[in-house]
């Protein structure tokens, strides 16, 4: 004779931690692209490590970019609360100033490329002006996609169109970028 078996739930099952797939998305890319810059970065280590290394100064621009990117993350912060707030033009206003802020970045670091070539510092060549360049170069491209990214935020809310979820995702991705340069500056600066 078989007995039957009652079964209790003690306890009910925990909801899975969920994230909407896009912001899934971002830290997927923001986490390859750590990794791509820890990559870069370790190699310069053991390069400079090996000898030939020309060292020299980081132009003075690269220091007023450094200012420039974390400012524009506080544009960017404000951005959000303005959105969570439902202040509309202020918002607007906030995106534009963040998008303008990244275009100076580049600018100066264009700028302080040029200040590079004046000094005889070049992609080719030396070393250690080749990972410069391609470091810096790198992070500029992902700057790139980043005010692209504002400028899709900024034509939805020309619209009146306010996606919290897209505009926290760009100011994560923004910050992001803000901290990935900051930790290379400190870098390229510490280990010339």
Same mark, same amino acid.
């Given at each position: 004779? &078989? #007995?039957?078996?009652?079964?209790?739930?003690? #306890?009910?099952?925990?909801?899975?931690?969920?994230?909407?797939?896009?912001?899934?998305?971002?830290?997927?890319?923001?986490?390859?692209?750590?990794?791509?810059?820890?990559?870069?970065?370790?190699?310069?280590?053991?390069?400079?490590?090996? +000898?030939?290394?020309?060292?020299? #100064?980081?132009?003075?621009?690269? *220091?007023?970019? *450094? @200012?420039? %990117?974390? =400012?524009?993350?506080?544009?960017?912060?404000?951005?959000?609360?303005?959105?969570?707030?439902?202040?509309?033009?202020?918002?607007?206003?906030? @995106?534009? $100033?963040?998008?303008?802020?990244?275009? %100076?970045? $580049?600018?100066?670091?264009?700028?302080?490329? +040029?200040?590079? @070539? #004046? &000094?005889?510092?070049?992609?080719?060549?030396?070393?250690? +002006? !080749?990972?410069?360049?391609?470091?810096?170069?790198?992070?500029?491209?992902? /700057? %790139? !996609?980043? /005010?692209?990214?504002?400028?899709?935020?900024?034509?939805?809310?020309?619209?009146?169109?306010?996606? =919290?979820?897209?505009?926290?995702?760009?100011?994560?991705?923004?910050?992001?970028? +803000?901290?990935?340069?900051?930790?290379?500056?400190?870098?390229?600066? =510490?280990?010339?």
């Amino acid at each position: 004779m &078989s #007995e039957a078996v009652d079964f209790k739930i003690v #306890e009910e099952p925990k909801r899975p931690l969920a994230m909407h797939p896009k912001k899934f998305g971002l830290w997927l890319f923001m986490a390859s692209v750590f990794i791509l810059f820890m990559a870069f970065t370790s190699a310069y280590i053991v390069r400079r490590a090996e +000898g030939n290394w020309q060292i020299f #100064e980081l132009p003075a621009l690269f *220091t007023y970019s *450094t @200012i420039v %990117i974390l =400012l524009s993350s506080v544009t960017m912060q404000w951005t959000y609360f303005a959105v969570k707030r439902n202040q509309r033009a202020n918002a607007k206003n906030m @995106i534009v $100033l963040t998008s303008v802020a990244g275009v %100076i970045f $580049l600018a100066l670091q264009w700028m302080g490329w +040029g200040s590079l @070539i #004046e &000094s005889s510092i070049h992609l080719v060549g030396n070393p250690s +002006g !080749s990972f410069l360049y391609i470091i810096t170069g790198l992070h500029a491209a992902h /700057i %790139i !996609s980043a /005010i692209v990214f504002l400028l899709v935020v900024l034509a939805n809310a020309l619209r009146n169109r306010f996606n =919290l979820n897209q505009i926290e995702m760009c100011t994560t991705y923004w910050h992001f970028l +803000g901290v990935l340069w900051l930790y290379l500056f400190v870098f390229l600066t =510490l280990l010339r």
